[in-house]
């Protein structure tokens, strides 16, 4: 499906032609796994931009090697930035070397292979979720299963300002997602055509989490 194809309220597909150029080579099933890192490290740093393009800022008096003056910088308590184990992992360190002073956050999940269901074994987060600005990443928005497993969790602990990054959507997943968590803005560099029959996306790349840790 064509990136620019796709609409519905609430999702942003970012169509640049660096992502999207590094993601046809991610997608490439000879790309070796050192390679596959790297470049899901480079286009964290390109979705991040956008992703945190409307981040409140205030004005602070700073002196350059010039003069005294007025300049902005980031407001309210340091962003959050979660990630969904193992896969999201690959998102959320480029996200944060861009963001150095973020908060991270982790929860824990794996599908069940037959029922497609998200099981949560692990949960950490900062304090404060409901004044933080909560991004939630995982690679692929498959079922959605997964991603709103997570945000129902993250939600339960007070985070009210969530949006969700990810590499490849599903429509399937996509529909999903918006249905159990519409104020949850989705962020992602492409929407493929389908999901097969064992649950993965199409064309997809594979398993991210795989492929980004070499493990079969």
Do not use: W
């Not at 999207?20 to 991040?48: C, N, W, Y």
């Not at 692990?122 to 991603?147: I, Q, W």
């Amino acid at each position: 499906m064509s990136v620019d194809a796709y609409k519905i309220d609430g999702v942003k597909v970012i169509n640049h032609p660096l992502i999207q150029h590094k993601l046809t080579i991610m997608r490439k099933k000879d790309t070796p796994s050192v390679v596959f890192r790297a470049l899901i490290k480079e286009i964290s740093l390109l979705l991040g931009y956008e992703v945190t393009r409307h981040l409140p800022t205030e004005l602070i008096d700073i002196e350059t090697p010039v003069t005294r003056t007025s300049a902005p910088k980031l407001s309210g308590r340091k962003l959050c930035i979660f990630s969904i184990l193992r896969a999201g992992e690959g998102l959320a360190q480029g996200l944060h070397d861009l963001i150095p002073s973020a908060r991270v956050g982790h929860i824990g999940l794996y599908r069940d292979h037959d029922s497609l269901e998200a099981i949560e074994y692990y949960f950490k987060a900062p304090n404060h979720l409901s004044e933080r600005f909560c991004l939630v990443v995982d690679p692929m928005l498959a079922t959605g299963n997964s991603a709103i497993a997570a945000l129902t969790q993250i939600k339960s602990r007070g985070a009210k300002n969530i949006v969700f990054l990810c590499l490849l959507a599903a429509p399937e997943g996509l529909s999903n997602l918006r249905n159990a968590h519409p104020d949850v803005e989705i962020y992602t560099a492409s929407v493929d055509e389908k999901l097969n029959e064992h649950g993965y996306i199409v064309p997809g790349l594979g398993d991210a989490g795989d492929r980004i840790f070499g493990t079969k």
